[in-house]
């Protein structure tokens, strides 16, 4: 079975940190591209950031550079989403997803598995 589990969400306070992972499990991803988008209510999902899984390219939102930072374990097969100085706009349901191109593309329609997502709330 091909699994993508994201975990860390929770509840944060503005200015806060959190860590998200994701660990993938009968899904090969050495070749491929790993990201991370959000989806918040009422909006579409976006883009935050990604990872090719050679670990030498990580591209980044505008919104978010400088305050997260995306890496990977090969040896885990998991990826990750440090998360700092959070804001309440930062508040989504999180979802990793792999990049079938392998370019670490900002267009969802590129990744072809995905997980279940996980919320973050940033809130006083």
């Known amino acids: 079975q091909v699994h993508l589990v994201e975990s860390g969400g929770g509840l944060v306070q503005p200015g806060g940190s959190l860590s998200l992972s994701c660990a993938a499990s009968?899904?090969?991803?050495?070749?491929?591209?790993m990201g991370w988008f959000r989806q918040a209510p009422g909006k579409e999902r976006e883009f935050v950031a990604a990872?090719?899984?050679?670990?030498?390219?990580?591209y980044y939102a505008d919104s978010v550079k400088g305050r997260i930072t995306i890496s990977r374990d090969t040896a885990e097969n998991t990826v990750y989403l440090q998360m700092n100085s959070l804001k309440p706009e930062d508040t989504a349901v999180y979802y990793c997803a792999r990049d079938r191109t392998g370019w670490g593309t900002r267009n969802p329609v590129t990744y072809d598995y995905w997980g279940q997502g996980t919320q973050v709330t940033v809130s006083s």
């Open positions: 009968g899904l090969p991803l050495s070749g491929y591209a």
């Open positions: 990872i090719r899984w050679s670990g030498s390219n990580t």
